[in-house]
Each structure stands twice: as structure tokens, then as C-alpha cells.
């Protein structure tokens, strides 16, 4: 079908990313792939961590994507074990189709590994934010949904985001990162990674 290289991860505490990740090319970070099924569908393929970036959807819908699909290994946070986030990742990736005119299918994994408890609840929404099929959040399960893709004309026609857009005022989105992300978490020159001090 195709294939994804993350521009983008976070790293749990002790992970080395020589031995493990490699960030991915910027030449065509976002592809997008036509399906060889009925309406010649097209799919981008990020993955785990790029579903928290607005801007990776975004790049994807001006390539052209009518589905994403984010496979996902998403859970507990180690140092907050009782805080979860799962309600939070779902509505990030809900405003992500419906900014962007997208359905978007997440299968994500469930169980314990260690010191994460991965929170299943794979899912498919459509362009309008509705949620097509969900899974549990402890077992196996296969979702099938329907996906009307002029659903996304018709949202993209009503809410006209990419054809309103101001990226002449966007300068900031495109700047160098500033104070990098330490392997301690904090920003290299103290405070939050990636603001000024």
C-alpha cells in the first residue's frame, strides 16, 4: 500500500533514539496512495506519535488524503499512571478529521507491557467528527465502517478550511525549534521544550 517515515516522536525517559528511531526524510514526509478500490481512495500513513501534531493532518489533507490511518502503541503514562489519556487522544484526532475533511481509522494496541497499560479503543471517525465504530479498550476486536467519500467534498464545501487559509501569516508554524527537548524532558534552556524561556 505504502509506507511512512516519522518526522516527528517523543522519547520515554531511557530510550535511546540512535538504537531505536530514526527520525524520517523531509523530503516527502506526508505521500499520500491511491487505493485501487472503488472512488480511488487515497490514504496517508502516519503514525503513533504524529497524531498529536494538527499540523501533520493538515499536510496530509492539502496532499490530497480522504483517510488516515494512525497505527498506534498508546497507553498509560508511566509517571502518571492514574491520569488518562485517552479521551484526550480520541477528541485530538477527532478535531484533526474535522478540520481537515478527513476519516481517520486508528487501531491502536491494549495490554500491559511493563510499566504502560496500552488503552485499545481503536477507532474510525468520518469528516463531521462522528464516531463510525470503536473498540473496546481490553480486547481483540475488528471494526468495520462504511465510508461515504463525498462526505468529504460535502464537509469541505460547507466549511471551505483549506480554501480559507491564511499561510502568509503562518511564518511562526516554520521557524527553527527553540530550546531542544533534553533527554531529562525539560527544555535545554530551562523551562518548556520548543517555547522561549
Avoid at 27 to 55: K, Q
Avoid at 77 to 92: A, I, N, S
Amino acid at each position: 500500500m505504502g509506507q511512512h517515515q516519522s518526522c516527528t516522536f517523543r522519547l520515554p525517559k531511557g530510550i535511546s533514539k540512535t538504537r531505536y528511531f530514526q527520525l524520517g526524510p523531509n523530503h516527502n514526509p506526508y505521500p499520500v496512495y491511491e487505493l485501487g478500490l472503488a472512488g480511488s481512495p487515497r490514504i496517508g500513513l502516519p503514525t503513533c506519535w504524529d497524531e498529536w501534531f494538527p499540523e501533520v493532518a493538515r499536510a496530509y489533507g492539502l496532499n490530497g488524503a480522504d483517510i488516515l490511518c494512525y497505527p498506534t502503541a498508546i497507553g498509560s503514562e508511566p509517571d502518571h499512571p492514574d491520569f488518562d489519556t485517552e479521551p484526550l487522544w480520541r477528541q485530538v484526532i477527532v478535531s484533526h478529521a474535522i478540520a481537515n475533511g478527513l476519516f481517520i481509522v486508528v487501531p491502536n494496541r491494549f495490554g500491559n507491557e511493563g510499566r504502560i497499560d496500552f488503552y485499545g479503543s481503536s477507532f474510525i471517525v468520518d469528516p463531521y467528527g462522528r464516531i463510525l465504530a470503536q473498540a473496546a479498550r481490553d480486547t481483540d476486536e475488528i471494526l468495520i465502517a462504511d465510508l461515504d467519500l463525498d462526505q468529504r467534498r460535502d464537509w469541505l464545501e460547507l466549511f471551505p478550511f483549506f480554501g480559507t487559509r491564511r499561510p502568509d501569516t503562518y511564518g511562526v508554524l516554520t521557524e527553527p525549534l527553540v530550546n531542544a527537548r533534553t533527554s531529562s524532558g525539560q527544555g535545554i534552556e530551562g523551562g518548556i521544550p520548543g517555547l522561549k524561556p
